[in-house]
């Protein structure tokens, strides 16, 4: 059995001519039909079948929000696929805690400026605080003006998530603002607010950095750690077993009611593959009437009961063509609703802020904001690699209709019976998880022609009393690329 580098190796070129196939096949139905005008196929490799029936009951599909949860980029072949196998509130998370608000030197030698001006009070500052809480990290006390910086962004976390620098130094009772403040910490706080008044010229300064970076402290937070109980910007969620948890909100625009009705309408389309045997390992692939190319003759498999597995040339010898037909219908959407997850300055919820990303991404050090302290491994650009699924086209698991020629009819008898049920893989991947959910519906022999027609049905897109394992097929998808400019 080839391992499955090799076979990823293998059937990439199928796997190229089926998703260029696939696309201008379904590029009408998607456009028109989902006014989805920028959309590329998605590799099944990474993602599989969506398991579309996101919402029971006001609980989220676990197993809909880690189909979700990936990073997503173009591979060279021009189709999507998953970026590196990490999930995408990971690599937020990590984009998130890289970023800080940097201080152009003309800003910076302001800002240094008003410190040295209120050297007293910013060295009674940090003497209070250190007094009754330690030292300040060593991250933190390269200079007074780092050192002022944490001892702000502690001092204001007693207060609301949606607290800024802005609104306490205005504020007419700032003491009010700050409700969790510990106990003994009151002479710090005056003494922090003598420091403010005492540095007003560099008001807009400093408020710039401690709002930029307490609005990234706060969208770091808003995906880890996970709270004890939901709250604004969480969510109840739950896998098929009923094993409960909590993730970043995210709500799907479409009701579970409107992709239901979606799956089971007309809207549709064929992909058509004539497959030659080539030798014992390979086939060679026609794809809508185009060129073959060749690649592993297992891209497409048949698995029945007992561990029996075929490939479309097992059953007869003699078979060296099969005409593979693939029928999708049901084309509806799926659109995940970023804006809903969006970062909410007001009360400091939401973890999807592609502002942030898009401002450190193409920081300019000439004008002071949000940058990378260390660089980061993602191509930030529109088609880059670090998009994220914004809107997918799906449809109902596809029919399979196989003619094989030159056959044998005894020798496919045996194997297809009416209503028999098989596990179908292609590319690699298995259609409907790896059980035996297809269905040889239909069986024909025409003893003129020698060929025999076996039609396979897939599962229902809509399973009653297992809605929250029903799939459907990812034609494709469109992404968001929160760097680009």
């Given at each position: 059995?080839?391992?499955?580098?090799?076979?990823?190796?293998?059937?990439?070129?199928?796997?190229?001519?089926?998703?260029?196939?696939?696309?201008?096949?379904?590029?009408?139905?998607?456009?028109?039909?989902l006014n989805v005008q920028n959309w590329s196929p998605v590799d099944s490799a990474g993602m599989g079948d969506l398991f579309w029936y996101w919402n029971n009951a006001a609980i989220f599909n676990t197993a809909t929000w880690n189909q979700f949860d990936n990073v997503m980029q173009y591979n060279a072949d021009g189709y999507l696929q998953i970026t590196d196998g990490s999930a995408?509130?990971?690599?937020?998370?990590?984009?998130?805690?890289?970023?800080?608000?940097?201080?152009?030197?003309?800003?910076?030698?302001?800002?240094?400026?008003?410190?040295?001006?209120?050297?007293?009070?910013?060295?009674?500052?940090?003497?209070?605080?250190?007094?009754?809480?330690?030292?300040?990290?060593?991250?933190?006390?390269?200079?007074?003006?780092?050192?002022?910086?944490?001892?702000?962004?502690q001092i204001l976390s007693w207060g609301a998530d949606d607290l800024t620098l802005a609104t306490f130094r205005s504020s007419t009772s700032p003491t009010s603002l700050l409700p969790n403040a510990p106990l003994g910490t009151g002479k710090l706080i005056s003494d922090f607010m003598t420091y403010l008044s005492q540095t007003a010229a560099a008001a807009t300064v400093q408020n710039a950095v401690n709002s930029y970076n307490a609005q990234i402290a706060q969208c770091a937070r808003n995906l880890s750690p996970t709270p004890a109980?939901?709250?604004?910007?969480?969510?109840?969620?739950?896998?098929?077993?009923?094993?409960?948890?909590?993730?970043?909100?995210?709500?799907?625009?479409?009701?579970?009611?409107?992709?239901?009705?979606?799956?089971?309408?007309?809207?549709?389309?064929?992909?058509?593959?004539?497959?030659?045997?080539?030798?014992?390992?390979?086939?060679?692939?026609?794809?809508?009437?185009?060129?073959?190319?060749?690649?592993?003759?297992?891209?497409?498999?048949?698995?029945?009961?007992?561990?029996?597995?075929?490939?479309?040339?097992s059953f007869d010898q003699k078979v060296t063509q099969v005409d593979i037909t693939m029928s999708f219908t049901g084309v509806t959407k799926f659109t995940p609703q970023l804006s809903a997850s969006a970062y909410d300055i007001s009360n400091g919820s939401g973890w999807w802020n592609p502002q942030l990303i898009k401002q450190a991404a193409n920081h300019d050090p000439n004008v002071s904001g949000v940058a990378f302290t260390t660089p980061q491994p993602y191509n930030f650009a529109e088609n880059g690699d670090f998009g994220v699924l914004d809107v997918l086209a799906i449809s109902q698991l596809p029919t399979i209709k196989m003619v094989f020629h030159n056959a044998t009819e005894?020798?496919?008898?045996?194997?297809?019976?009416?209503?028999?049920?098989?596990?179908?893989?292609?590319?690699?991947?298995?259609?409907?998880?790896?059980?035996?959910?297809y269905q040889s519906s239909t069986y024909h022999y025409d003893k003129t022609a020698g060929t025999v027609t076996v039609?396979?049905?897939?599962?229902?897109?809509?399973?009653?009393?297992?809605?929250?394992?029903?799939q459907a097929y990812v034609i494709g998808a469109n992404c968001a690329w929160p760097g680009a400019q």
């Open positions: 059995m080839k391992d499955l580098e090799t076979t990823a190796q293998d059937i990439a070129p199928i796997k190229k001519a089926y998703y260029d196939g696939l696309m201008k096949k379904a590029d009408s139905a998607v456009k028109s039909a995408l509130t990971t690599g937020l998370f990590n984009l998130y805690t890289a970023m800080a608000y940097e201080l152009t030197a003309a800003d910076q030698t302001a800002l240094n400026q008003a410190n040295m001006n209120a050297a007293g009070i910013v060295t009674t500052v940090v003497a209070d605080y250190t007094s009754l809480f330690g030292a300040i990290p060593a991250a933190n006390s390269a200079t007074a003006s780092a050192k002022l910086l944490y001892v702000t962004e109980a939901v709250k604004p910007g969480w969510m109840s969620a739950a896998d098929v077993n009923g094993t409960a948890s909590i993730l970043p909100y995210l709500n799907i625009a479409e009701p579970t009611s409107t992709i239901q009705n979606g799956l089971q309408g007309t809207q549709g389309f064929e992909v058509n593959m004539t497959v030659t045997q080539v030798d014992q390992t390979t086939s060679s692939v026609s794809v809508n009437g185009g060129a073959g190319v060749s690649g592993w003759i297992d891209f497409f498999h048949l698995g029945g009961s007992a561990g029996a597995s075929y490939n479309a040339f005894a020798l496919f008898q045996s194997h297809f019976q009416q209503q028999s049920s098989w596990s179908v893989s292609f590319l690699g991947i298995p259609l409907a998880g790896a059980s035996q959910s039609t396979m049905t897939p599962p229902p897109a809509v399973i009653p009393g297992t809605l929250m394992t029903s």
